[in-house]
């Protein structure tokens, strides 16, 4: 059993950054792989980005290449989504989810999710 806690949610300016985290309770957190998503109002959950157990591979969803970037951190138990360049698109409520197997792409399946944190993005 997982459980997932996001934090660093806001309103910020276009243009701004910020930094998501999401800390886990598990003991075997370096054996997850791990996935941020996110659902804006009216739409479907979808990925943005995910890790795999060690780091040493990531993915991301075309619309925040280059802007967004994942990284992980097991020694705090803990995953990180640096947004920069934001824009009013992004906004959204995002999800961390956690899950053994590391997949890339949408329709991943993932076992454990945390209750997102609103992220608010002004024009």
């Known amino acids: 059993q997982v459980q997932l806690v996001e934090s660093g949610g806001g309103l910020v300016q276009a243009g701004g950054s910020l930094r998501l985290s999401c800390s886990a309770s598990?003991?075997?957190?370096?054996?997850?792989?791990m996935g941020w998503f996110l659902q804006a109002p009216g739409n479907e959950r979808g990925v943005v980005a995910a890790i795999s157990w060690s780091g040493g591979n990531t993915w991301y969803t075309d619309s925040v290449k280059g802007r967004f970037t994942i990284s992980r951190d097991n020694a705090k138990n803990t995953v990180y989504l640096q947004m920069n360049s934001l824009k009013p698109k992004d906004t959204a409520v995002y999800y961390c989810?956690?899950?053994?197997?590391?997949?890339?792409?949408?329709?991943?399946?993932?076992?454990?999710w945390g209750q997102g944190t609103q992220v608010t993005v002004s024009s």
């Open positions: 598990a003991r075997t957190f370096s054996s997850y792989a």
């Open positions: 989810a956690a899950d053994i197997m590391f997949c890339s792409g949408p329709g991943c399946k993932y076992d454990y």
